[in-house]
């Protein structure tokens, strides 16, 4: 967990730089722990549709759909120039690469 608001690309940088990825939550246990690490907080994924338009990669991952059940409902929805993924109480949501939020970083085991 990084303690300062970054941007999507800052995030990415400090979690290379400490030996790790922009966490990828893979499962609702998970979900719920980060969840409460920043109590309802908003957080960044390390998903990106940045390369190709509603093409998401995800850090660890191949692409995932933009019907994986870990978005919220209606999201993805490209929005504007939306192409950083977040994570809020009610699932991962698109948004600009360039908001300035919380950060967890993972490493391999």
């Known amino acids: 967990m990084h303690d300062a608001y970054v941007t999507w690309e800052e995030g990415k940088q400090i979690c290379v730089e400490l030996g790790g990825v922009m966490v990828v939550p893979q499962s609702e246990e998970e979900l719920q722990h980060l969840d409460n690490i920043f109590s309802g907080q908003l957080f960044w994924i390390g998903c990106t549709d940045i390369v190709v338009e509603g093409t998401w990669v ?4 191949d692409t995932i759909d933009e019907q994986d059940e870990r ?8 929005n504007g120039n939306e192409d950083c993924a977040l994570r809020a109480t009610s699932g991962w949501y698109d ?12 490493r391999p085991a």
């Open 58 to 61: 995800c850090f660890g991952e």
């Open 71 to 78: 978005w919220a409902a209606g999201e993805p929805d490209s």
């Open 95 to 106: 948004n600009g690469c360039d908001v300035y939020t919380n950060l967890i970083c993972q």
